[in-house]
DNA sequence: AGCACGCCGACT
DNA sequence: GTCGGCGTGCTC
């Protein structure tokens, strides 16, 4: 007699909003199905989810009854055991519902759910006319008839809340039916379909005509998409049914990746590496599968890092190991793909939001199955499933682009190094102009430095002169803001023939419009800021909700009068004042306004290589890792726009941003002039950044972090309320603050952390959204996590909706 | 998130 | 009375 089978259980994380996870059992006819990993539809409650599988689950606790997995979706698992630590520490950490952390980590259109979905019946078309009926009803019942609606849809049509009661009646009346609609997941894999010549036949005679070509372009290919074939033979999908018939060809299919891959990128052999380099490459390979350990590779602006990271990830893969490396944004990106694939070829897969939903599946796939051993992505890919790492690479660690804000608010380097340690990895943070954070851990002992402190080729670190522009705070025009030194040295250089940047941090053409009657700025309708005036688009844009308003005719608000002075500065207007003060130079711009497009940065960067620009005017969006050889002058127009930030990593930032943007200045084999214009010449951020002095800005930075408690010397959490309801949002801060601040009294091992605000923010209202914030401060991270875990998930809080909502950000990077 | 339950004021 | 808002608990 057989033994009677015994159900598996399985723990979900399910892909709600809801903490914890749950226990399932497993049927045993889908048991060998079901692994982690694994995408299960899961009974939840009154309905039914999508759910993770993170591994064996437990009994439940008492009370609960275990219920049974319904289906396994998908061809197989999404992840592997080795991501699952990382995927709780993330939901621990940032206190996110588990289920919304994979669901983040995944690609997206992954996630199933299913809602009720209302329809109306022939009984509910005739009483959508029923004058006695009441308004609300026919005016569900009108925009049913139009289609089917889930409950929120219905209640955004109606832009009310829609009660359930009503559509009970309703439903109990005949007039509308309900059902429980599963919303299908989006992304599956692609499969294309291929003609080839049957196997093992000696050449049959070959048709006549046009089918004789078709067979001719199948036999030449060796097998072929019949999309590829239809480009080659006009119309081949007309003889393809009857050649197959004839047994002339076959047809079949097969899954396909769908390529993000550009054109095919020519083989490179690795270079001599300079003897920096060198020893760089060799103290990491050393510490390869040795366990975890941390650099930080702390190289000047063309020192050759890249060199340092293939070197490194090469070794790293050699025992079949993944190597992730994380890169800040898409358009560097293709710069390391293409470096990387020309050293290792296919084995490298992409993975970043420039991707489709289902580009980005397929990269995974190929990650999953382990096709691709070597991972280069943006910051999600920091959970690309490689199963065993060997390496972890963070270029361009310093970057803010690795912090994500909204939905999770995570950072990935910090993420990054965590992988590493949990898969006991070597992790290369690298850097020109490395974090606090991570010199802080260089200086604690926690990570090892390694540099590069010169250039590749020998070649000179550009100098630096600083401007003082307060000499020309009286002038006018384009003199204001292109002193005599910065017009001189652009003259200078366009005349040799070479190529000039400046760099301003504010795009669009006047950032202040204000009133001529009254004095009254201009302010966006829907935030509580100050229009910016784009002369490409004629037009008032908001930069923080996308507000937009002809600037034809614009008239002020407060008084109605209708002369507004454009004052402000930003690269349309630097970009005007450029070609005005060189008529033959050929200007350009790269700013998020020039670059919105696809590609449009890749096509701009080529340009430039060929050299059809001369002066690229630009945002600090240039100042990110870009190689432009042919750039011997780099204008910062204004070094002080980041400075007068009201954060306490202002000075950090701008440091970081001067020292990056002078990077860019004589990569190429002449050497390089920065002229930093500023009100600030004697700042220590500003003369630190001149003299590329990294140690002297720590120094001075850090104490003020210790001496005022901010990280790294500290922890920080920011607890953020917004909603559509002032009145709401307000009294949710204050009763958040007054819970913070009682459990701080009530305990005495929270006394170390303290309790800022609530205050307004201080754009307090952004696309119709009141904002509140909370700001706390802890010695450690461990307290700092313990108080947020009693604070919000301890106890119970008021519900949230639109109106009013508290998001938590561990280790926040922007403050406003 | 979304579903049900239970509590209140304000109408037939 | 009871309809329909609104706040609260719960989902293995």
């Known amino acids: 007699m057989p033994q009677a089978a015994v159900e598996p259980i399985v723990e979900v994380a399910v892909a709600l909003p809801v903490h914890g996870t749950f226990s399932y059992r497993v049927p045993v006819e889908i048991a060998g199905l079901v692994e982690v990993g694994s995408r299960v539809w899961v009974p939840f409650g009154r309905r039914r989810a999508t759910g993770f599988v993170l591994g064996e689950g437990g009994a439940p606790p008492a009370g609960a009854e275990l219920r049974a997995v319904l289906d396994v979706l998908g ?79 219905i209640r955004r049509a109606l832009g009310r809340e829609m009660p359930r009661a009503l559509l009970g009646l309703l439903e109990r009346r005949g007039e509308i039916r309900r059902e429980n609609r599963r919303l299908e997941s989006r992304s599956r894999p692609r499969r294309e379909r291929f003609a080839r010549l049957p196997a093992g036949e000696a050449a049959r005679p070959r048709p006549a005509g046009k089918k004789g070509r078709v067979v001719a372009e199948i036999e030449a290919a060796g097998e072929i998409a019949l999309a590829a074939l239809a480009r080659r033979v006009p119309n081949a999908g007309a003889h393809l049914r009857a050649l197959a018939a004839a047994g002339a060809i076959e047809l079949f299919s097969r899954r396909v990746f769908r390529d993000p891959f550009g054109e095919p990128i020519a083989p490179d052999a690795p270079p001599a590496p300079t003897p920096a380099q060198a020893e760089a490459i060799a103290a990491v390979c050393a510490a390869l599968g040795r366990g975890f350990e941390v650099f930080l590779l702390n190289g000047v602006t063309g020192s050759g890092k890249t060199e340092v990271y293939l070197q490194v990830a090469g070794r790293a893969a050699e025992g079949g190991r993944g190597v992730l490396v994380l890169v800040p944004e898409i358009a560097l990106i293709t710069q390391m793909e293409r470096r990387f694939r020309a050293r290792f070829g296919e084995g490298v897969a992409v993975l970043h939001s420039g991707l489709s939903d289902g580009e980005r599946y397929d990269q995974w796939c190929r990650v999953l199955g382990r096709e691709a051993r070597i991972v280069i992505g943006a910051r999600s890919a920091v959970f690309a499933p490689l199963g065993e790492l060997g390496a972890v690479i963070v270029d ?29 990895a070597v992790v290369l943070l690298g850097s020109a102009t490395p974090s606090l954070q991570s010199f802080y851990n260089v200086r604690r002992g926690k990570y090892r430095e390694l540099r590069l402190p010169r250039r590749v080729e020998a070649r000179p670190m550009p100098a630096v002169e600083v401007v003082d522009l307060r000499r020309m705070r ?97 690269t349309e207007k630097v970009e005007a004042a450029a070609a005005a003060l060189f008529p033959g130079a050929r200007v350009a711009r790269m700013d998020r306004d020039t670059t919105r497009r696809k590609g449009a940065v890749l096509e701009l960067l080529k340009r430039l ?14 100042a990110k890792g870009h190689d432009f050889p042919e750039i011997t002058v780099v204008g910062i127009v204004c070094a002080d726009l980041t400075l007068s930030f009201p954060d306490f990593r202002a000075g950090e930032r701008t440091f ?16 390089g002039r920065v002229i930093l214009q500023t009100y600030n010449p004697g700042h220590f951020c500003i003369t630190a950044a001149r003299d590329q002095d990294f140690e002297g800005f720590y120094r ?55 309790v800022m605000g609530p205050v307004e923010a201080a754009v307090a209202r952004v696309a119709e959204n009141y904002r509140w914030q909370i700001l706390l401060k802890a010695p450690g991270s461990g307290i700092l996590h313990r108080f947020l875990g009693r604070a919000l998930l301890d106890r119970r809080r008021p519900r949230e909706d639109r109106r009013a909502h508290v998001a938590v950000d561990v280790d926040p990077v922007f403050l406003l």
């Not at 490409?536 to 507000?547: L, N």
């Not at 001067?658 to 084999?669: E, F, K, P």
């Open 700 to 754: 001075r930075e850090i104490g003020f972090r210790e001496a005022l408690g901010y990280p790294p010397a500290a922890r920080m959490a920011q607890l953020r309320v917004a909603g559509t309801d002032p009145a709401r949002v307000r009294g949710m801060a204050e009763e958040l603050g007054r819970t913070l601040r009682a459990l701080r009294e009530e305990d005495p091992g929270f006394a170390a952390v303290q």
């Open 609 to 622: 290589r060929a050299r059809e620009i001369d002066v690229l005017v630009g945002t600090q969006m240039v």
């Open 75 to 153: 061809d197989g698992p999404l992840f592997t055991a080795a991501e699952v630590p990382l995927l709780r520490w993330a939901a621990d950490y940032y206190l996110h519902p588990i289920g919304e952390v994979v669901a983040t980590a995944l690609p997206g259109g992954l996630t199933a759910t299913e809602t009720a979905v209302f329809s109306i019946t022939d009984e509910g078309r005739r009483r959508r006319r029923d004058p006695k009926a009441p308004p609300l009803v026919r005016q569900v019942l009108e925009r049913l008839a139009e289609g089917p609606l889930r409950r929120s849809e």
């Open 396 to 424: 361009e660690e310093h970057d803010d682009s690795y912090k994500q804000e909204g939905g999770m608010p995570y950072h990935a380097r910090d993420l990054a190094v965590l992988r590493g340690r949990q898969a006991g």
């Open 656 to 671: 970081q941003l001067l020292a990056q943007v002078a990077g860019r200045a004589g990569r190429g084999d002449r050497p």
């Open 474 to 570: 009286d002038l006018r025009g384009p003199g204001r803001f292109i002193s005599p030194e910065l017009a001189r040295a652009m003259g200078e250089a366009l005349s040799r023939g070479e190529q000039v940047l400046l760099f301003l941090n504010r795009r669009g053409y006047a950032t202040l419009a204000v009133c001529a009657g009254c004095g009254a700025p201009l302010r966006c309708r829907h935030c509580d800021l100050a229009l910016t005036l784009h002369r490409a688009a004629e037009a008032f844009h908001c930069h923080a909700c996308g507000f937009s308003r002809p600037a034809a005719g614009a008239a002020c608000d407060a008084c109605g009068a209708d002369k507004l002075k454009r004052l402000g500065l930003g």
